[in-house]
């Protein structure tokens, strides 16, 4: 587990440095447009818990009004919080891309699983938790994978939304995310960071069927049935 350790913090510098390096015109632009549209603010923060329990602050760029975390954590595509900008930087994932930041920080590594307020890590169970609070959260991991439409399933669901996440959402990917825990190698994080790329560019997320060994852990819930098909 050390090598690994040792290995995954070298990728997370060397990917996140280069990343930085080749997108900064993006970040850029979208730091300039935001700040001539919406209420004028580029980045977002918000406390997030890290390995051990240890908050830490997430960078996002700014997609939603002022104060709106402090009304619901769960966002759906119709969300009348959501910023005009904020919607194309919500679709083409671009507001997660200040997180490189909070990657070269050592707050979190390019794979794991999603860094979450308190509130939501209290959805999963005790033992999940616990496993997770032993790894960094991540840019990517298998939890943003299957989920990569959360919100339009959130939108597509006859529940109302938070009690769609609490009792469907938050089981299945806390499941996915001790998947990984389980299984987590220098390979699996190569694949899932390959696998993250190929959903950016070709726009199919149907294909982590194929690439990981799932489908146990999916059947046991209605969504994953759902995911499956």
Do not use: H
Not at 128 to 153: A, H, N, W, Y
């Amino acid at each position: 587990m050390p090598v690994y350790l040792i290995l995954k913090r070298t990728l997370d510098v060397f990917l996140s440095g280069v990343a930085f390096l080749v997108i900064s015109p993006i970040l850029i632009l979208a730091s300039v447009i935001l700040k001539c549209t919406g209420e004028g603010e580029v980045f977002f923060r918000q406390e997030r818990l890290g390995r051990n329990r240890e908050p830490f602050m997430l960078l996002k760029f700014v997609t939603m009004q002022r104060g709106s975390e402090k009304v619901s954590s769960v966002t759906s595509p119709d969300d009348p919080r959501v910023l005009p900008v904020g919607r194309v930087l919500r679709k083409t994932k671009i507001n997660e891309l200040p997180q490189l930041i909070n990657v070269i920080l050592g707050d979190m590594s390019i794979v794991g699983f999603r860094p979450l307020v308190k509130e939501s890590f209290d959805l999963y169970d005790d033992t999940t938790r616990k496993c997770l609070f032993q790894m960094k959260p991540g840019l990517t991991g298998i939890g943003s994978i299957v989920f990569r439409d959360e919100e339009e399933l959130i939108r597509q669901s006859p529940k109302e939304k938070m009690r769609f996440y609490e009792e469907d959402i938050a089981p299945l990917k806390g499941a996915l995310e001790l998947w990984y825990f389980n299984n987590r190698s220098f390979m699996l994080d190569l694949k899932i960071i390959f696998a993250t790329a190929l959903i950016l560019v070709a726009g199919d997320s149907k294909f982590y069927l194929r690439w990981f060994d799932l489908r146990a852990i999916m059947e046991k819930s209605t969504l994953g049935r759902e995911l499956l098909n």
